[in-house]
């Protein structure tokens, strides 16, 4: 049987292809309600619809926030599978957004709802947080390995409150943050294009301060309504732009719901990052 491609070389692929720009699926109340649409199942559904016909087929990579289904119950997860099928049947690569991280049977469990080509849930890489120890994440990495699926780890991420865990140093001198991007270097060593194991580092930050050069994508939300633009990219990322994945949610999102104002907003945020990236 042949192994699936990776997944860092589908991203890379997809962002030489089309930019590396992503763009979050965010149903936020207060978006449905700019829209015109009730905080509701029908509000999420046509919400998610529209931000897939709008952009699936353009952008390289949509991200569905979780959190923003599962307030419906099982009838918000039935949308979000609804949204994750059609997306990537649209030619988007889909990064789940739920930032799970847990121990042994559950970490796995958690890896297969997302990970696992058989789950109404699968997607092309999920979020995921260390903060519970980065080898127990292995389940996910492991399964992400397999079926040529990717994950993204928090490392630096874009809320001030990170930093009292994030730069925390250990007894070795070395932070939190440092760590974990250690380890996923260490994951991604040999792959080419591009590693499948990628990090979280936030555009708002005024400066990394540790070593991105991780052989992966860097996932840095924050474009937008959190106050960062695509001029602070080359000032956080320096050296590593080329692998970096700049996220937008609201900038984007809210110039819905007529779809060519959408993909406006979508192509002008896009040669933004292009100007100041050279993707």
Wanted: with cysteine; net charge neutral.
């Amino acid at each position: 049987m042949t192994a699936p491609e990776p997944f860092g070389a589908r991203l890379r692929r997809a962002m030489d292809a089309r930019g590396p720009l992503c763009v979050g699926v965010d149903p936020h109340p207060a978006l449905l309600a700019a829209w015109g649409l009730g905080d509701d199942i029908g509000g999420l559904e046509r919400f998610c619809a529209t931000a897939v016909d709008a952009l699936a087929d353009r952008v390289a990579v949509l991200k569905p926030q979780s959190a923003f289904f599962e307030r419906f119950g099982s009838r918000g997860i039935a949308v979000l599978e609804r949204t994750v099928a059609e997306a990537r049947a649209a030619g988007a690569l889909v990064i789940m957004d739920a930032k799970r991280g847990d121990i042994g049977s559950t970490m796995a469990a958690y890896a297969g709802a997302f990970l696992d080509k058989g789950s109404p849930l699968f997607s092309d890489a999920v979020t995921l947080s260390p903060y519970l120890g980065y080898g127990a994440l292995r389940p996910a990495l492991d399964l992400a390995a397999a079926g040529g699926c990717g994950a993204f780890v928090l490392a630096l991420t874009s809320n001030p409150e990170g930093a009292e865990v994030q730069r925390a140093t250990s007894a070795g001198g070395v932070s939190v943050a440092q760590g974990v991007l250690d380890r996923l270097a260490a994951d991604n060593a040999g792959a080419t294009p591009l590693g499948s194991f990628g990090a979280v580092v936030g555009a708002t930050l005024r400066e990394a301060g540790a070593d991105l050069a991780i052989n992966g994508p860097l996932l840095a939300p924050g474009l937008g309504a959190q106050g960062a633009t695509a001029a602070d990219l080359p000032r956080v990322f320096g050296g590593v732009l080329r692998n970096v994945v700049p996220s937008t949610s609201r900038g984007v999102l809210r110039h819905g719901p007529d779809v060519a104002a959408l993909r406006a907003a979508a192509e002008r945020e896009a040669a933004e990052v292009a100007r100041f990236t050279g993707a």
